[in-house]
T-cell receptor, first 113, second 113 residues
Framework: GAGVSQTPSNKVTEKGKYVELRCDPISGHTALYWYRQSLGQGPEFLIYFQGTGAADDSGLPNDRFFAVRPEGSVSTLKIQRTERGDSAVYLC???????????FGQGTRLTVV | GIQVEQSPPDLILQEGANSTLRCNFSDSVNNLQWFHQNPWGQLINLFYIPSGTKQNGRLSATTVATERYSLLYISSSQTTDSGVYFCAVDLMNYGGSQGNLIFGKGTKLSVKP
């Protein structure tokens, strides 16, 4: 596709459940970022991939959050034992390489009930 | 301290009016981007502008890197310009930054017909 694609668009899950959020970056982009946006706030950085490796995971809030990018393209953000405070919009962005213009997907709205 | 500060936080305009949004940042930047977040949550790229001036139709932006601010100008505003405008920066000396963007809190613009 032409842009960054995220699935699902919306996800409602029960507290304590496990969820996976998927990001399909723009073809050829080596840099991939995950952000989280709470209501009324700007997006906040979670993790950065350069190729297959997580080059910077300093924004992950705790060890319930994990992300992978096994083939250097699609990435999956995984959240274990979800809590109500995890409810937010999760955004994925990609760029041709690090420190170049970033393009965002439409986000996944996660609601933990 | 605050890394990226946007003003004003809220702005209401009559259709046809002009406006200026401001973004102050705390350090030298590798990258600065302006985004428009539409009512569906999509972040739309407006400008990639670490320095200088760019124009795109009714929108233009200027970044004065030495004075650590950027301005977004909207002329002849339309109702479709409504939404939240975010400034995001990749600060040159921010910890181990790998190019992740730091967002301001945004300016919420409402254009009335």
């Amino acid at each position: 596709g032409a842009g960054v694609s995220q699935t699902p668009s919306n996800k409602v899950t029960e507290k304590g459940k496990y969820v996976e959020l998927r990001c399909d970056p723009i073809s050829g982009h080596t840099a991939l970022y995950w952000y989280r946006q709470s209501l009324g706030q700007g997006p906040e950085f979670l993790i950065y991939f350069q190729g297959t490796g997580a080059a910077d995971d300093s924004g992950l809030p705790n060890d319930r959050f994990f992300a992978v990018r096994p083939e250097g393209s699609v990435s999956t953000l995984k959240i274990q034992r979800t809590e109500r405070g995890d409810s937010a919009v999760y955004l994925c962005a990609s760029s041709p390489q690090r420190r170049t213009e970033a393009f965002f997907g439409q986000g996944t709205r996660l609601t933990v009930v | 301290g605050i890394q990226v500060e946007q003003s004003p936080p809220d702005l209401i305009l009559q259709e046809g009016a002009n406006s200026t949004l401001r973004c102050n940042f705390s350090d030298s930047v590798n990258n600065l981007q302006w985004f428009h977040q539409n009512p569906w949550g999509q972040l739309i790229n407006l400008f990639y502008i670490p320095s200088g001036t760019k124009q795109n139709g009714r929108l233009s932006a200027t970044t004065v890197a030495t004075e650590r601010y950027s301005l977004l100008y909207i002329s002849s505003s339309q109702t479709t310009d409504s939404g939240v405008y975010f400034c995001a920066v990749d600060l040159m000396n921010y910890g181990g930054s790998q190019g992740n963007l730091i967002f301001g809190k945004g300016t919420k613009l409402s254009v009335k017909p």
